[in-house]
């Protein structure tokens, strides 16, 4: 079996190869898309190839939360009607994507690019802490919810987050964490059901 | 006879990489396996059912199917789950980094039961512990007996005399001591406290019981970091990665108590 492309100047097998390099194509899929794609009217692949483009050209970080963006600073971050004092903390851009879909949460965003994940080297200094921490200077910031993801890199995170949050005088909430909608309690781990007893509410 | 389909084993889960959508490759410890790497399919959606039994620091009985390259988790009890060691900053990295140092001295399929036993103990000791620098020590140690590379620490490796209390160095190189007279033979070794040697030797040869015991100042614990860190590298011929991470709490926490 031959994994391994040879590097050509034949635009489907280049094509391909492209294609391969995203995460989740192998081969036979990057083979189909681009036979797909030579099969497809002009004016869609224009519009893919335009598409691919402008996400480059037009995508920056917002210099306040670091929330990709079109415009700096992002439309979330300008917006007058968001609750200045509440700064929500998530691994990634997508993650405030599923917090905006629930339409509850009516503060600020800041996402770190990454979690502290020591056994793969990645350090306080290599998610943007120092970015935040800057941030929270100026007093305005009243509350900040740790939203990092329930792993043990998420807890790790939120853990060192806290401890550096906690001397500026800012209050500093978890979301909870619990049993998801959906699911049956006797499939449910220890630490889940611990902190869903600990973290039980009033009917 | 073939092996069975399915077989069934208690772990402690080591490490993970994302797989996929929503796979995982875990690296699971065993007692009597040794280290094995294993799918686990689907843990990253929130519904898992199988996810939190399959956390990294976790204790589990684990069902697994044999596969062609790596074996399926097809089922996970937790046995324990180490709370207290991730709730709190500094334990959980003390741990990740217990459980690197058993994933980077182990390899694939060598049944080690006897370090198993120590990887369990240190992961229980550092949840009802309030002096976690002598527990990874008590942790180095005792590993470094289970792998085949423990350090000689009552002879010079040299000339084989038995050390005298005095300062003697430390040769990561020869694996062990060297007395005042031999230590010019050898370019890198580390002079070393005789309290420090005191410590190392106790440690060594001690269970956790009779190593709790001891009481550690910052200076000592300081050249016990440094002599059994170099004495790693030197046999990884790499950097430990959580070792790094766990440096810079060490920094934050002095520079804290300092003010």
């Known amino acids: ?203 | 006879m073939s092996k069975p389909r399915t077989y069934q084993t208690e772990a402690i889960i080591i490490k993970k990489t994302k797989l996929g959508e929503a796979d995982r490759i875990l690296t699971l410890y065993t007692p009597h396996l040794g280290k094995i790497q294993a799918v686990a399919k689907g843990v990253r959606r929130p519904k898992s059912k199988l996810s939190g039994h399959l956390e990294l620091l976790t204790h589990s009985l684990i069902s697994l199917a044999r596969g062609r390259n790596l074996d399926t988790v097809t089922s996970s009890q937790t046995i324990s789950s180490f709370l207290p060691l991730k709730s709190d900053l500094w334990l959980t990295s003390c741990a990740l980094y217990v459980t690197e140092l058993v994933n980077q001295f182990t390899v694939d399929h060598i049944e080690n039961y006897p370090l198993f036993q120590v990887l369990q103990e240190t992961m229980e000791e550092l949840c009802r512990t309030d002096n976690r620098e002598l527990i990874l020590h008590y942790f180095e140690l005792h590993l470094l007996n289970e792998v085949g590379y423990r350090p000689q620490l009552q002879q010079c490796v040299a000339c084989q005399t038995l050390l005298e209390p005095t300062t003697n160095s430390f040769c990561p190189g020869s694996g062990g001591m060297l007395c005042p007279n031999c230590h010019h033979s050898q370019p890198f070794s580390y002079p070393l406290s005789v309290n420090a040697q005191k410590v190392l030797r106790l440690l060594q040869n001690s269970d956790y019981n009779t190593a709790s015991r001891l009481k550690i100042d910052a200076k000592l614990s300081r050249e016990l970091e440094k002599v059994i860190g170099n004495y790693l590298k030197y046999l990884l011929e790499r950097e430990v990665k959580s070792a790094a991470w766990l440096d810079t709490l060490r920094e934050e926490t002095r520079a804290i108590t300092s003010d």
């Open chain 1, 1 to 203: 079996m031959n994994h391994g492309f040879v590097p050509t100047t034949n635009a489907i097998d280049k094509l391909v190869q492209e294609f391969n390099k995203l995460p989740g194509i192998g081969p036979k899929s990057a083979q189909r898309l681009a036979f797909h794609l030579l099969r497809a009217p002009e004016e869609q692949v224009e519009i893919l190839a335009e598409a691919i483009l402008t996400l480059k050209q037009k995508i920056t970080l917002c210099s306040v939360c670091l929330n990709v963006t079109e415009s700096d600073p992002c439309s979330l971050c300008r917006n007058d009607q968001r609750d200045r004092s509440a700064v929500c903390i998530v691994e990634q851009p997508q993650d405030i994507l599923a917090l905006e879909h629930t339409g509850i949460y009516k503060g600020l965003y800041h996402v770190l690019h990454g979690a502290i994940s020591p056994t793969e080297g990645m350090g306080a200094d290599d998610i943007r802490i120092k970015e935040l921490i800057s941030r929270l200077q100026d007093g305005r910031v009243k509350e900040i919810i740790l939203a990092t993801n329930p792993t043990l890199e998420g807890e790790q995170t939120a853990l060192y987050l806290n401890h550096l949050i906690s001397p500026l005088n800012i209050k500093v909430t978890r979301l909870a964490r619990g049993l998801p909608f959906g699911t049956e309690l006797e499939y449910a781990d220890d630490i889940t059901l611990t902190r869903a007893i600990e973290g039980r509410q009033e009917f």
